[in-house]
């Protein structure tokens, strides 16, 4: 599979659903904010994109199941799904930046040793 525009990594069949585009807004989003990332971040971006996405899916059924009486168990279940995927989206983020921050950090050296290139 090809990547989508603007260095997105692929992670669903289409990107023309609702879903594929929100996938691709967070994307977008997140590399303006840190800049260019390096190949072995873009596992950890998609990743992070997927994990939005399940996410926004587990809100939906929870928002659904509180609207039906007699759901406790399915809510609180839900709820505990919600809270370990926010969890996982925090470590990827964090480890996203990270990943950010040395890729700068490593092409500032590079531009130092080697000049500026023109």
Do not use: W
Not at 92 to 98: D, S, T, Y
């Amino acid at each position: 599979m090809r990547a989508l525009a603007g260095r997105i990594p692929r992670a669903f069949r289409t990107h023309k659903t609702p879903e594929g585009a929100a996938y691709g807004s967070y994307c977008r989003a997140k590399l303006a904010r840190l800049g260019p990332l390096g190949k072995d971040a873009m596992p950890i971006l998609r990743e992070c994109g997927i994990v939005t996405i399940d996410l926004a899916r587990v809100r939906a059924d929870l928002e659904a199941a509180r609207d039906k009486p007699n759901r406790r168990r399915q809510v609180r279940q839900l709820q505990r799904t919600s809270a370990s995927l926010r969890g996982q989206l925090l470590a990827l983020e964090r480890r996203l930046e990270e990943l950010a921050n040395g890729h700068r950090t490593l092409a500032g050296r590079l531009n130092q040793l080697t000049g500026p290139r023109s």
